[in-house]
């Protein structure tokens, strides 16, 4: 009894971290730059939100498609909530304008 319950325990643990590293893998950190989505390693169709998790700098996220017309732009504020994206297409760009550092993920 004692080693079904050890087994149970160890199998429960190590599952659980298989699904921490799977939800952790669906998210990417940017920092001031330009980013082409050949940059980004998240598939671009999992992008769905993005938050600003900089202790004190605002931070100015911007979306341009290959025109370099501007398909969304957003002020974030530090430690901020998630806001929804624009789905992001292949031509498209990210635009991380300041000191801040930005959290693309998928929920």
């Given at each position: 009894?004692?080693?079904?319950?050890?087994?149970?325990?160890?199998?429960?643990?190590?599952s659980?971290?298989?699904?921490?590293?799977?939800?952790?893998?669906?998210?990417?950190?940017?920092?001031?730059?330009?980013?082409?989505?050949?940059?980004?390693?998240?598939?671009?169709?999992?992008?769905?939100?993005?938050?600003?998790?900089?202790e004190?700098?605002?931070?100015?996220?911007?979306?341009?498609?290959?025109?370099?017309?501007?398909?969304?732009?957003?002020?974030?504020?530090?430690?901020?909530?998630?806001?929804?994206?624009?789905?992001?297409?292949a031509?498209?760009?990210?635009?991380?304008?300041?000191?801040?550092?930005?959290?693309?993920?998928?929920?």
């Amino acid at each position: 009894m004692k080693k079904f319950i050890i087994s149970l325990f160890i199998s429960v643990f190590l599952s659980s971290n298989i699904a921490i590293s799977l939800a952790q893998s669906l998210t990417q950190m940017l920092t001031e730059g330009v980013y082409r989505m050949t940059d980004i390693t998240i598939p671009i169709e999992e992008i769905n939100f993005v938050q600003n998790i900089s202790e004190n700098e605002v931070v100015f996220f911007i979306i341009v498609d290959e025109n370099n017309v501007t398909v969304q732009s957003i002020r974030l504020e530090p430690k901020s909530e998630k806001f929804k994206i624009a789905p992001l297409k292949a031509g498209y760009r990210i635009i991380i304008v300041d000191y801040g550092t930005v959290v693309l993920s998928k929920e």
